[in-house]
């Protein structure tokens, strides 16, 4: 019986399978760079790039730009990359003044206070930031199990938004959520 005998050619199926899972895949490549017995400063590490994920659901929602939602994630990427190598600023400190910032100009614009879905977005800033200042704060021991579970739960996060395929890309939102999962299994298990 051939390929399509049988309802698709192999490099169909092959396709299909690369279009759907490669999120996931990137995801694990990614994830693995963070994995590793860093200790007290992978835990600070991780609990300031958590609050990178909010922001960048803030900024797609506020903003409205869905369809660049990986662009998005690329430049807060390069720029935590930047603030962390320059040392005279905290990095948590940055995505926190840049989410007032984007709140604050939801709110002169109205959109704030006429979208709900800007307003879950502004509601989960606020605790996943929360959550991430409290695994800087307190010891890293412990913040590690608190920054373990803002990611998993930023991951529960991820999983509504790929199956309501809105405020940013299927494909990221799969991607996060991979990624979260990962860093949540590492701080717990590996660090």
Known sequence: MSDTASGGTVSGTVATIARRFWPAALAVAMAG???GGGGPEQVTALAQALSLLP????LVE???WRRWSWAVLAALLASFTVVEAVDVVDPAAVVAGVALAVLVWGGVRGRLFRSRDLQIQALGMIGFGAVALTGLIIDPDAGRYIVAAGWLVHGLWDLVYIKLDKVVLRSYAQWCFVVDVLIAASLVIVL
């Open 62 to 64: 506020t903003f409205r």
């Open 33 to 35: 760079t963070t994995m």
């Open 55 to 58: 922001l960048l659901y803030l």
